[in-house]
């Protein structure tokens, strides 16, 4: 369909083109008339260009709309499997001085502190880690 799409634009380009040329050429008074008619001729080719973006954009757009919908479910998923396997478990362990104020946020449903160290549970790791990951996607795409 791309292939096609840019084929027939190329081709109502050359016509338009085509068209401004010969109304331009006709420049005697005895001629406006159908310089006017080409040019309208032009002006409905480029309406014509136009509505045919406008439908390859529409097109374009369902096609991105379903597949964030798709990869959004399957976030989605991945999520409630990973809560699912490590609930209760600890994801990662980090020493108390690193996150001091915000310890026991970071521990919810992980088990608190051992050993001078928080564990982190999968919750607020993948609360943090969506965050995060935003962001830097966010300062490097922009």
Not at 38 to 66: F, H
Not at 86 to 96: D, G, N, Q
């Amino acid at each position: 369909m791309r292939v096609s799409v840019n084929a027939e634009e190329l081709q109502l380009r050359a016509e338009i083109k085509q068209l401004l040329k010969e109304a331009n050429a006709m420049s005697q008074p005895s001629t406006f008339a159908q310089a006017t008619k080409l040019r309208r001729m032009a002006a409905a080719k480029e309406q014509e260009l136009v509505k045919n973006r406008e439908k390859l954009r529409k097109v374009m757009k369902s096609s991105y709309d379903s597949h964030t919908k798709t990869l959004m479910i399957l976030k989605v998923l991945m999520y409630l499997l990973l809560i699912i396997w490590f609930w209760r478990i600890p994801v990662a362990s980090i020493p108390k001085q690193l996150v001091q104020p915000f310890g026991k946020i970071l521990s919810w449903r992980a088990g608190g502190h051992v050993n001078e160290n928080v564990m982190v549970g999968i919750i607020p790791w993948l609360i943090l880690s969506t965050r995060i990951s935003k962001l830097i996607c966010r300062k490097i795409f922009k």
